[in-house]
């Protein structure tokens, strides 16, 4: 699998995956390698550039770097996930502009904040024609909250992690943890992908 | 106080105080009134104009949406607090490029996460020259994690409330809930912004 972060604004994928992104740079070979960061997931993020430091883009600059992060690098991947920001955010409308047949996998945390973004994500796919994956409920302590505010049923549920801030860049522990709800979701979603 | 939720990608600040930005509209008059939420707060956000639906906004289109909200609103206010996305977002930097007088407070967790986007905003702060107000510490189980990993001390730390989901749109229960670490906070914000 290929992961892209491109939260341009706010990279930290790398933080969670455990990749010191001031210490790596993407080898170049006619175009640019993503980092091997398990035997079955490469991985590429803006903060490989900027050496994790400060990477004030605006407006058209932004679109501009994703667009040329997309382009350099040389993905095997047979699925390419991209890791956008929270909501409607200039990375996610490029992306849909760019490919009309990527599908989103809306990630939803059951509060109120988090399912009032949901609805309008949801929303704004919908008039879109974009088609969706469905909907994971991360960090809810009941699922049901998601299922009675939005009306579907998602596609599963991440537990919550009392002890997340300890497992960041831990990607085994990480992964036993999230275990339980994750390879239900992981399934589903190839399913989807067949 | 004036309070402007300059998230304009994921606006939910109105949720959080228990505003139903889809019933709600400024009144015009000679400009736009912002909404009272409570006898010392006013309140404006980009939801009211949106009736809380989805605002895709690419770029410029974006800042100019912020110039607008920013200039037809009649702050009345002794202070405007505008919160921003997190990261280096757009709204940040212009809000920094019009008012080279704006202070910054950085609301930071502790996590691995977001203590290194907290650097790179830091880093990037120092870089402009612009002053900050300092760090405060939110939803730590622990205040010194940030000290540790930033070096600096923060201004105070808001304590971690379990039952968070509950309370957003409960302005009362929400200021109890917070009372304790958050009214050292704002004295010492008055006091440096004397």
Known sequence: MSLLDAD??????HVMLGVDASR??????????????EPNLEFMSPAFYSKDRPLPLRGRELVDALRELLAVTRWSGRVLVVDTPPGLSDSLL???RLDRGARV???SACDRMSLVSTRRILEFLEQEGVETLGVVANMCSSCSALKESLGIEPLGCLPL?????????????LARALAPGLSEVLEKILALLQ
Chains 1, 2 share one sequence.
């Open 161 to 173: 992690i009392e002890d997340l801030q300890s497992l960041e860049g831990e990607r085994e522990a």
């Open 24 to 37: 790596v740079l993407p080898e170049e070979e006619r175009g640019v390698l993503p980092v091997r960061v």
């Open 105 to 107: 996998l809306v990630v």
């Open 8 to 13: 341009f604004t706010n990279p930290t994928t």
């Open 94 to 96: 490029e992306l849909l």
